[in-house]
């Protein structure tokens, strides 16, 4: 098994930067892809950009240019360092850790509001 913790959520003012931290504890050697999802009120979950093991990123157009992932093998953790917030982006977001087995590992969710 795998266990997430996330933190740096919070509020911020339009235009401004969040960083978030997801922390991997656990099975971590069995993780292939990590991956930042997000849900607002009323929507579906949606993927915003996720890091393969070999650093490979990809990200929702949404978020394309704005927003960056990275990791920190040594520590076991995953960044989502968010720029140029817009309200759109208030959401829960929610870290996601893929195994090699494709069973998926959720973090507690952490709260990001944007106000305008």
């Known amino acids: 098994q795998v266990q997430l913790v996330e933190s740096g959520g919070g509020l911020v003012q339009a235009g401004g930067s969040l960083s978030l931290s997801c922390a991997a504890s656990?099975?971590?050697?069995?993780?292939?892809?990590m991956g930042w999802y997000r849900q607002a009120p009323g929507k579906q979950r949606e993927l915003v950009g996720a890091?393969?093991?070999?650093?490979?990123?990809n990200y929702a157009d949404s978020v394309k240019g704005r927003f960056t992932i990275s990791r920190d093998n040594a520590k076991n953790t995953v960044y989502l360092q968010m720029n140029s917030l817009k309200p759109e982006d208030t959401a829960v977001y929610y870290c996601?850790?893929?195994?090699?087995?494709?069973?998926?590992?959720w973090g507690q969710g952490t709260q990001v509001t944007v106000s305008s």
């Open positions: 996601c850790a893929r195994l090699v087995t494709a069973a998926n590992y």
């Open positions: 656990g099975s971590i050697f069995s993780i292939n892809v």
């Open positions: 890091i393969s093991s070999g650093g490979s990123t």
